[in-house]
């Protein structure tokens, strides 16, 4: 683990130069502005957002949170307490879960949300599509990792409820549809469990 916070402290000097680092008893800070040069297509940014980076000691199991300081980004992706929508939980998860750096947290999330925002800004549109708020959204991050697009909401949920062990499988499924779930969802629900029963839990907690 040492290695993730040193390999991210000399990213960040290297790159962010600019950027301050607070060494914090469970994380690491970085505040200041992050300078962005990104492409996509015919579509480019040049940006410096104001912005602080918590990065959990315990990265990638627990998930860096970036926040807008200055307040410049007018988007319906941010949170109330002023931190970056990035994404789903389970799409951040899938995105980090090798990294060994905060760099692959830049690179996947921040950098594709900047050039997203500046498009929507510009057009109207996203530019990467765009997962829905809440309780839909964790359910079409569900279908796009299990690549089950027909995977119904209740059917979606049901599988949560098993594979984060919040109820015992009879209770948490009805009876109807307890041997279907056996015998078609058997598979989805140990590709859920690789996310652990935490991060889990609390996407129920969400729904």
């Given at each position: 683990?040492?290695n993730v ?12 130069p600019?950027?301050?680092?607070a ?31 918590v ?5 990638p ?26 994404s ?47 309780w839909?959204?964790?359910?079409e991050?569900?279908r796009?990792?299990?690549?089950t ?59």
């Amino acid at each position: 683990m040492e290695n993730v916070i040193e390999n991210s402290i000399n990213y960040i000097k290297t790159k962010f130069p600019e950027v301050s680092i607070a060494l914090k008893p469970s994380s690491v800070e970085f505040e200041g502005r992050f300078i962005i040069d990104a492409r996509r297509n015919n579509f480019e940014i040049h940006e410096a957002p104001l912005l602080k980076i918590v990065m959990s000691n315990n990265y990638p199991t627990i998930q860096p949170v970036c926040y807008d300081i200055d307040n410049c980004v007018t988007y319906d992706h941010v949170n109330k307490d002023g931190a970056l929508c990035l994404s789903t939980e389970i799409d951040i998860a899938l995105k980090l879960k090798d990294s060994k750096c905060i760099s692959d947290f830049i690179a996947e999330l921040i950098i594709p949300y900047f050039l997203s925002y500046k498009y929507w800004k510009a057009t109207g549109r996203d530019l990467f599509g765009d997962y829905s708020h809440g309780w839909k959204g964790i359910f079409e991050s569900i279908r796009t990792y299990l690549k089950t697009p027909s995977l119904s909401d209740m059917d979606c949920y049901y599988l949560l409820i098993w594979a984060s062990k919040t109820k015992k499988f009879k209770k948490g499924i009805p009876r109807e549809k307890q041997e279907y779930f056996k015998k078609n969802y058997l598979p989805l629900m140990k590709e859920l469990r690789l996310f652990g029963i935490p991060l889990l839990r609390r996407q129920i907690k969400i729904i």
